[in-house]
């Protein structure tokens, strides 16, 4: 199985090298590099950081086009046979990659597959003797075949540049008959989740999220009619 690594980068430097160089060194499966820019100009020398880990894409964006048209934007440019979204601000364990593709290649009814980082409860399933985390809606670290896309399409970009994209792919997944999950075992941790409750970046993050609900609220009025495939652009 082709995997790329879908890594978006806007600024926070110490983040992207501390946690996505880890993430790189522990994937423990080879996979290509795909990284786009959003803008990065408080910090650009996250851009050099980048180049030096020799990306199969690097897509320098003047400004944030948002996280959904940035994601759907690499596959295009670089289709594989899956693709996982990675933060920068993630710790990843050991063999995390090696570990989501032998869950996906193990259960063909996988939809969104995640590592859990909020430690939760869930109920938990025995499937093709693969133990899982069973949730409807899959955050953070998210692993995704072609075939799932081929039967729900891209990522929707109703959402601005931050907000309920995951929330609406997860939900898709589901009504269309998949299995969304978290790998039982594996852990990250989130080490920039909100980065001060009164910096820019959670201000953007509530205020993003705050007017994608109306929207996320009408599409899955649509989704719930049978309506959840997305065209590719």
Same mark, same amino acid.
């Given at each position: 199985?082709?995997?790329?690594?879908?890594?978006?980068?806007?600024?926070r430097l110490d983040h992207?090298?501390?946690?996505?160089?880890?993430?790189?060194?522990?994937?423990?499966?080879?996979?290509?590099?795909?990284? *786009?820019?959003? /803008?990065?100009? #408080?910090?650009?020398? =996250?851009?050099?950081? @980048?180049?030096?880990?020799?990306?199969?894409?690097?897509?320098?964006?003047?400004?944030?086009? /948002?996280?959904?048209?940035?994601?759907?934007?690499?596959?295009?440019?670089?289709?594989?046979? %899956?693709?996982?979204?990675?933060?920068?601000?993630?710790?990843?364990?050991?063999?995390?990659?090696?570990?989501?593709?032998?869950? %996906?290649? %193990?259960?063909?009814?996988?939809?969104? @597959?995640?590592?859990?980082?909020?430690?939760?409860?869930?109920?938990?399933?025995?499937?093709?003797?693969? =133990?899982?985390?069973?949730?409807?809606?899959?955050?953070?670290?998210?692993?995704?075949?072609?075939? @799932?896309?081929?039967? #729900?399409?891209?990522?929707?970009?109703?959402?601005?540049?931050?907000?309920?994209?995951?929330?609406?792919?997860?939900?898709?997944?589901? #009504?269309?008959?998949?299995l969304n999950y978290y790998?039982?075992?594996?852990? *990250?941790?989130?080490?920039?989740?909100? @980065?001060?409750? &009164?910096?820019?970046?959670?201000?953007?993050?509530?205020?993003?999220? %705050?007017?994608?609900?109306?929207?996320?609220?009408?599409?899955?009025?649509?989704? &719930?009619?049978?309506?959840?495939?997305?065209?590719?652009?």
């Amino acid at each position: 199985m082709k995997v790329n690594i879908l890594l978006l980068t806007i600024d926070r430097l110490d983040h992207t090298k501390n946690y996505v160089g880890q993430a790189l060194k522990n994937a423990g499966y080879p996979f290509e590099l795909c990284c *786009t820019d959003n /803008g990065s100009k #408080i910090e650009p020398e =996250v851009i050099d950081l @980048v180049r030096g880990w020799n990306p199969s894409l690097h897509i320098l964006n003047d400004k944030n086009v /948002g996280t959904t048209q940035a994601l759907n934007e690499m596959i295009r440019q670089r289709p594989a046979d %899956a693709y996982v979204f990675i933060g920068n601000d993630i710790q990843m364990p050991q063999d995390w990659l090696k570990t989501l593709v032998s869950y %996906a290649e %193990a259960i063909p009814e996988s939809g969104v @597959v995640g590592i859990d980082w909020r430690g939760l409860q869930y109920d938990k399933s025995i499937v093709n003797g693969k =133990v899982v985390k069973n949730t409807t809606n899959v955050f953070g670290t998210m692993f995704v075949t072609q075939a @799932v896309r081929d039967k #729900i399409g891209e990522f929707c970009e109703d959402y601005g540049p931050y907000g309920l994209w995951d929330s609406d792919y997860s939900i898709r997944c589901t #009504i269309a008959g998949l299995l969304n999950y978290y790998v039982d075992g594996l852990m *990250t941790t989130h080490q920039g989740h909100d @980065v001060g409750h &009164d910096s820019e970046y959670r201000k953007m993050k509530d205020a993003s999220l %705050a007017a994608a609900a109306p929207k996320f609220n009408e599409n899955r009025k649509k989704y &719930d009619r049978g309506e959840y495939f997305i065209k590719y652009k």
